[in-house]
């Protein structure tokens, strides 16, 4: 997904107040970026109180401490150093699959936003390195599971900060090696963390917020392609635009309903193939074709609220202990407990997996003969001798019912950690990390419904869908031609789906998606 750097495209971070275009473009096009300049002297003010703190002697958690239960041990000034780093290795316990290269620059930008605030205590060195990481495409390799979503995503996090104390393994521009000899080759020094600066980068919630809103980018494209492809079954379906009429809507006032309603309404203006039953009688047309407006409406409206929190979430300071420098204080908190980003992540599940379920409804009115309205059994001349797209209906149902599944919220789970000290937890990260594999099978199934939409369109010919639609058709037959006889179905679908991951129908949604807008 990620492309490589241009400076001309470099953005400006100023913490706090990061949009979600901005987050989006780091994710999918790995845009460079800067940090706002006077971002820097608030690190430092920040450092210099951390210091100040240690020479007054007195007793502050994580700073001349121990951690969790441990808090009440005392640690020694000429220790603290070695404290740090110990803490650092002894949190990289995570497992299973790494986190893909999208998703760890997103981390590494979001923990940079968070530690740029001045309230966590790290010399400028440890957000420069960070920036170094980003742009010289070191990038550490953290394993995707090993957090509970509270004291912070701590295993993952400390596998990033473990990379930059020259520890550990990253891929250096694609190439897997150990963290020490890529900053060699890139011509950096690894970190000898000071006072509470280990402490700063394990804790947090940048992972989970980071695959939360990889979550909430790839769903967009998926809301974005459901939306297009639920139009051009309309079409496909000689199915009534009524339903789409604006003042059906407004009396209802759900926003993200009015919105999709418009949309639809626009895709479907001009088509040739409606023009052409206008007189046809019919009164009704099911409810996935009919209530499309309210279904995808509250599904954008799902989308909105999970965006606003996580774009609030990405420009939070979640670290623990908070450093105020004006009173050399260090307020110990619970801003690391993720609960936010797993409620968000939870609602988003919902939203996906209800797209599928009503794209895999449309298909298979498309392919059932006593229901498409006169298209040929299964969406192919000599059924029978061809099965067409009788089992791509199948395969769409398979995903649907998967998606079932993993859209159970995993913030009503918790279980106690840290000898009970850390006793509630918000299990974020699997919450956010499971949205990827929904987003996935949801873009097959919608895969599926664009290649039946899109063969069934073409059997009113002469008649032509609408001048947008029509460019839809032909973005796919330029990559799948029309399905005339049984083949090899499967590049078919993965080709379909390429559309959608790249981005192609968020262009045309996207003054109504949250990254667009917010």
Known sequence: MAQSTSPTDTITLEPGLVSLAQLRNIYTSHRSFELYKLAWEDIETSAIAVQKIVDKGDAAYGINTGFGLLAQTRVEDEQLALLQRNL????????????????????????????????????????QLLIDFYHQ?????????????????????????????????????????????????????????????GLALLNGTQTSTALALAGLFEAENLFAAALVTGALSVDAMKGSTVPFDSRIHQLRGQPGQIAVAKKYAQFLNDSGILESHVDCGKVQDPYSLRCQPQVMGACLDILNNSARTLQIEANAVTDNPLIFAPTLEALSGGNFHAEPVAFAADNLALAIAEIASISERRISLLVDPHMNG???????????????????????????????????????????????????????TFGARRLRDMTENSDYVVAVELLSAVQAVEFHYPHLTS?????????????????????????????????????????????????GVM
Not at 146 to 154: E, M, Q, R, T
């Open 88 to 127: 650092v290795l002894s949190h990289c316990t995570g497992v299973g699959q790494l986190i893909d290269a999208a998703a760890v620059r997103l981390i590494i930008a979001l923990k940079v936003i968070s530690l740029s605030q001045g309230h966590s205590g790290v010399r400028s060195s440890v957000v």
């Open 374 to 428: 006169g298209l040929p059994a299964f969406l192919v001349e000599n059924s029978g001798l061809n099965s067409g797209f009788m089992i791509a209906q199948v395969t769409a149902a398979a995903l649907v019912s998967e998606n079932k599944t993993l859209a159970h919220p995993a913030s009503v789970d918790s279980i106690p950690t840290s000898a009970n000290q850390e006793d509630h937890v918000s299990m974020a």
């Open 467 to 515: 001048v947008t639609l029509q460019s839809v058709v032909a973005e796919l037959r330029a990559r799948v031609p029309s399905y005339t006889e049984d083949r090899f179905f499967a590049p078919d679908i993965v080709a379909a789906r390429n559309i959608i991951s790249e981005s192609y129908f968020y262009d045309l949604v996207a003054d109504i998606l949250p990254s």
């Open 137 to 197: 495409d070191i990038l550490p390799c953290i394993p995707s599971k090993g957090s509970v979503g509270a004291s912070g995503d701590l295993a993952p996090l400390a596998h990033l900060a473990a990379a930059l104390i020259g520890v550990g393994e990253v891929h250096y521009k694609g190439q897997l090696m150990t963290a020490s000899q890529a900053l060699d080759q890139a011509g950096l020094t690894a970190l000898e963390l000071g006072p509470k600066e």
